[in-house]
């Protein structure tokens, strides 16, 4: 008799719902891609609890998420495989305290201000990530966290461009007002007309080119990361910093970018490229960070220790 699929296998969420990651865990090892799948799968979790589910039953849940980690009783499956990796792995439960804060707070439907709004949200929802990747990756130096938090910013500030249209339906704005030329609700995003049209356009190149110099901080830290691993992250980086392009180039922002197949292949040899050749952060000690990326975030988890509050 064949045995059952478990439907919440964490590499299975990954393959169904995490293309990009999915594509380059085929670089790790065998063992890393699984605790991978596992921290994903855990993190689907709770961003599907945000997105998915009415904010009357997520808050409550999230809040059981919360107090699981605290160590009270454990509400799920993917809750209960990460608390196990956790412990082995020795991943910050700080980290994952703040993602689910941070999703607990999305639960408002936000309308970001400004800019220092924008990196602080997307510090708390991916740069988070990006502190709990370290130790799966078999990142143990300190020094390595305010660049992973860079990875996870730029490709959340990725993911905020290529969603405006699907944000602004079920009543989100994250491009910050400031950035908009003025405050604009997500209705009228939804609606538009050739002068708001151009105001998101503006909004969404500088959302793209504050992502670039994340992606390039992030990149500057990637010699902490053990070489296989290294490759398949920087896959992952390249492979989300192509979906930028694909949004400044769209007829409609409104309709999601992808980065087909044959582009992800590009973009993996390029990563390999990047690899073999390495020029910012091959030679020498590690590059310092600059303090001044987590001005926003200062004394958050993760963040450079020198950042100007």
């Known amino acids: 008799m064949s045995q059952a699929v478990d439907p919440l296998a964490p590499a299975d969420v990954l393959r169904a719902q995490g293309r990009s990651f999915h594509w380059a865990a085929r670089f790790m090892s065998a063992a890393t891609a699984g605790d991978a799948a ?25 809040d059981a998420v919360f107090a699981a980690l605290d160590g009270g009783p454990v509400p799920d499956r993917e809750t209960e495989r990460f ?47 990006g502190v709990m990747m370290c130790p799966v990756l078999g990142v143990r ?36 007002a400031t950035w908009l030329g003025g405050p604009l609700s997500p209705a009228e995003l939804c609606a538009g007309d050739s002068e708001v049209d151009g105001r998101v356009r503006r909004a969404l190149a500088r959302t793209l080119e504050t992502a670039d110099r994340y992606y390039a901080s992030a990149e500057r830290g990637m010699r902490f990361i053990p070489a296989r691993a290294r490759l398949a992250i920087l896959a992952a980086r390249h492979i989300y910093a192509a979906i930028g392009p694909r949004v400044l180039a769209a007829h409609d922002w409104r ?55």
Request: aromatic share 4%; proline share 9%; charged share 25%.
């Open 141 to 176: 130096d300190p020094r390595a966290w305010p660049f992973a938090v860079d990875l996870g910013i730029a490709m959340q500030l990725t993911n905020i461009a290529r969603d405006v249209g699907e944000d602004a339906a079920s009543g989100r704005r994250y491009l910050p």
């Open 38 to 62: 596992v921290l994903y799968a855990f993190c689907r979790r709770i961003d599907d609890l945000g997105d998915e589910t009415a904010p009357e039953r997520a808050g409550p849940a999230l």
């Open 255 to 309: 309709r999601r970018a992808a980065v087909p197949p044959g582009r992800k292949a590009v973009c993996s040899l390029a990563a390999l490229m990047a690899f073999a050749h390495p020029r910012t952060w091959d030679v020498g000690s590690p590059s310092a960070h600059d303090p001044a990326l987590h001005a926003s975030i200062a004394g958050r988890v993760g963040a450079d220790p020198d950042a100007p509050a």
């Open 83 to 129: 608390l196990g990796l956790a412990q082995r792995r020795g991943i910050s439960l700080d980290a994952a305290r703040a993602l689910v804060r941070a999703v607990r707070a999305d639960l408002d439907a936000p309308q970001l201000p400004d800019g220092d709004a924008l990196i602080q949200y997307a510090h708390g929802v991916a740069g988070t990530v």
